[in-house]
């Protein structure tokens, strides 16, 4: 079965970095557009950033626009956020979710049926 593995979340301060990885295990990533989420306590999960199966397509959430990177490495089917200038308000649970059709570009939620555990992000002050 599918598998989804976020790791490298962490408890970092204001202006810090930090980089997460998703590896993908069970299917064949490269035909896949995917994903991170993230969900504060309190708040509806939101989409930070979207990369299309082949990297020609990226999307992210104007709030992180400038200091969030996505990327992948379909030979080793991984998805990484690299996220720089990180703000208080960065801090949730971060989801690498990988979409249910392949060849599709999309930014909509319910298109995404793989979903990993999430890994915590904490930034103080």
């Known amino acids: 079965q599918v598998q989804v593995v976020e790791s490298g979340g962490g408890l970092v301060r204001a202006g810090d970095s930090l980089t997460l990885s998703c590896v993908v295990s069970g299917m064949t990533l490269e035909r896949q557009t995917a994903a991170w989420f993230r969900q504060a306590p309190g708040k509806e999960r939101e989409g930070v950033s979207f990369i299309s199966h082949l990297g020609g397509y990226i999307s992210y959430l104007d709030a992180v626009k400038g200091r969030f990177t996505i990327s992948r490495d379909n030979a080793k089917n991984t998805v990484y956020l690299e996220m720089n200038s990180l703000k208080p308000e960065d801090t949730a649970m971060y989801y690498c979710?990988?979409?249910?059709?392949?060849?599709?570009?999309?930014?909509?939620?319910?298109?995404?049926?793989?979903w990993g555990q999430g890994t915590q992000v904490t930034v103080s002050a």
């Open positions: 979710a990988v979409g249910r059709r392949p060849w599709h570009w999309t930014t909509v939620t319910d298109d995404f049926a793989y």
